[in-house]
């Protein structure tokens, strides 16, 4: 399995998304390959905002290393999933990729943890620590569930 997460920035919300999930899949003996991505360009290059950094570590995991980069058309062909955090990421995804957008390949992540939803994770961006732990937690309960759905089976080669 080849999963991307995609957020605005790729500083706060899939960093976060990237981390944790790297961390289940690996607990659960699945060598999946994890990344993460933005639909802006204003932070490429930058390591995660230092309050996911913070959540994160307060978890046991180690995000540090991550640097933002731009979403591409080409993620299309290189991943078996796109997970967006949120609805505009999702319009964001259409306008760069164009003809290569997949919508199979897409979906809103918390519709894993709830489906259906239609829910968006919180821009934690503007606010303070306790909006970075709620994204945790929606992150945290979402990526149980991707692991519960895709950890029997190997997309990349049905
Ligand atoms: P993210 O949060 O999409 O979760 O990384 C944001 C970070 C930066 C900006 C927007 C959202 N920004 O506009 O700079």
């Not at 290569?100 to 992540?109: N, P, S, V």
């Not at 894993?112 to 821009?123: F, I, K, Q, R, Y």
Request: with cysteine; glycine share 10%; aromatic share 8%.
């Amino acid at each position: 399995m080849k999963i991307l997460m995609v957020c605005l920035g790729n500083i706060c919300r899939s960093p976060l998304a990237e981390g944790i999930l790297e961390q289940k899949a690996g607990e659960a003996g699945l060598s999946w390959e994890i990344d993460s991505a933005g639909t802006n360009g204003y932070h490429i290059g930058e390591a995660p905002h230092r309050l996911s950094q913070k959540v994160a570590g307060l978890h046991g995991i180690d995000i540090s290393q991550q640097r933002a980069r731009a979403f591409t058309a080409v993620d299309f062909d290189r991943y078996d999933r796109i997970y967006a955090m949120a609805e505009d990421v999702i319009a964001g995804m259409r306008r760069i990729a164009g003809r290569k957008f997949d919508a199979r390949k897409t979906g809103l992540i918390l519709d894993e943890s709830n489906p259906g939803s239609h829910l968006d994770v919180p821009d934690p961006w503007y606010g303070p620590e306790s909006g970075y732990r709620e994204v945790f937690d929606l992150l945290d309960r979402a990526c149980t569930a991707i692991v519960e759905k895709y950890g029997g089976r190997d997309l990349s080669v049905s």
